[in-house]
């Protein structure tokens, strides 16, 4: 499966912003999908993940109750309100067969980046 992201952008404090990760090759349903970003100088990490079904959806303690992650068709979302300096960094979306979602070893399918900055 191939991942493409966009919807990165430059944004103020407080503000929302919908990331967008389209998927080509068969199947994709069979996946679970998710986001994970990497600000600098630090290791990428889990930001959201789900299966198929919003009660399968997992996050990061840092963006619960601002980041929505949801899927139609072959696209993901990653939906996020009341944004944050410390949310600055570039964005992956990822796609995996099988594994714990927070674990970034366990995913074997990468999106290029999508920057995300959030002035203060």
């Known amino acids: 499966v191939q991942l493409q992201a966009s919807g990165g952008g430059l944004v103020q404090a407080g503000d929302s912003l919908r990331l967008s990760c389209t998927a080509s090759?068969?199947?994709?349903?069979?996946?679970?999908v998710g986001w994970f970003r990497q600000a600098p100088g630090k290791e990428r990490g889990f930001v959201a993940g789900t299966r198929w079904t919003p009660e399968t959806a997992n996050y990061a303690n840092s963006v619960k109750g601002r980041f929505t992650i949801s899927r139609a068709k072959n696209t993901v979302y990653l939906q996020m309100i009341s944004l944050e300096p410390e949310d600055t960094a570039v964005y992956y979306c990822?796609?995996?067969?099988?594994?714990?979602?927070?674990?970034?070893?366990?995913?074997?399918?990468w999106g290029q980046g999508t920057q995300v900055t959030v002035s203060s």
């Open positions: 090759g068969h199947a994709f349903r069979s996946y679970s």
């Open positions: 990822a796609a995996q067969l099988a594994g714990s979602m927070e674990q970034t070893k366990n995913w074997g399918y």
